[in-house]
């Protein structure tokens, strides 16, 4: 039980185009849901909390309007990184939490963004 | 919010129980102990949880102290495919996932 599915696992894309990630939790349902970033040879760095038909909340240093997140359903949000440049270039992982006191997270494969 | 420490790096032989420590000596009496790992170009996976009593599941133990300052991760048998960074979590946020501990399984 609990699983987390990301979607696409890899993608390449131009600068200045804009990329869509989903993330979906498969056997549970999650109000929350977090996106994460991770830059090569370091540790993973929260972007965003999103909570099911609500606003995300973004962690400082994360422009809102550049990744722009979308939470939905109880099972999907999705992560769009708008305009992208080669410095979004990074590996996004996706979280959600089952819902209860425990505050477990269930973590998604991964999706890794190229941007030439 | 109750930080963690652990140690940079371990190596373990395979077959041989993993013993990973870490402390949390500012851990609030309601937060949960978690462990995950990170197998590299993958997702975290989560190994278990626990608040105050060990706890026992089909991929690890995890030994909570009695002052619950300190937790010990024990993989029983480790294998290859265990090598991984391991982290130990109190605390969700920003910056959750420090630097945790490589462990590396030898042949």
């Known amino acids: 039980g609990a699983v987390v599915s990301q979607h696409p696992s890899w993608v390449i894309c131009k600068s200045g185009t804009s990329v869509k990630i989903e993330c979906r939790s498969l056997d549970f349902q999650a109000t929350t849901m977090f996106w994460y970033r991770q830059f090569p040879k370091q540790s993973l760095m929260l972007m965003a909390t999103s909570n099911e038909g609500s606003k995300a909340t973004y962690e400082q240093g994360v422009e809102k309007d550049k990744f722009l997140i979308n939470h939905a359903s109880l099972t999907l949000s999705t992560l769009t990184v708008t305009s992208a440049h080669p410095e979004d270039s990074s590996f996004y992982i996706c979280?959600?939490?089952?819902?209860?006191?425990?505050?477990?997270?269930?973590f998604g494969p991964g999706t890794r963004l190229l941007v030439l | 919010d109750a930080k963690t420490t652990q140690p940079p790096s371990m190596d373990c032989a395979e077959g041989r129980a993993a013993n990973l420590p870490c402390n949390h000596s500012?851990?609030?009496?309601?937060?949960?102990v978690y462990w995950y790992r990170q197998i590299h170009s993958q997702g975290p996976q989560y190994i278990i949880h626990?608040?105050?009593n060990n706890e026992t599941n089909e991929m690890a133990s995890l030994i909570i102290t009695e002052d619950r300052k300190s937790s010990t991760l024990i993989l029983p048998h480790a294998t290859l495919r265990d090598t991984a960074v391991y982290y130990c979590?109190?605390?969700?946020?920003?910056?959750?996932f420090g630097d945790g501990t490589t462990l590396t399984v030898k042949p």
């Open positions: 979280s959600a939490m089952l819902a209860g006191p425990q505050e477990t997270q269930y």
């Open positions: 979590i109190v605390t969700w946020g920003k910056s959750t």
């Open positions: 500012t851990i609030s009496g309601n937060e949960y």
């Open positions: 626990g608040l105050k």
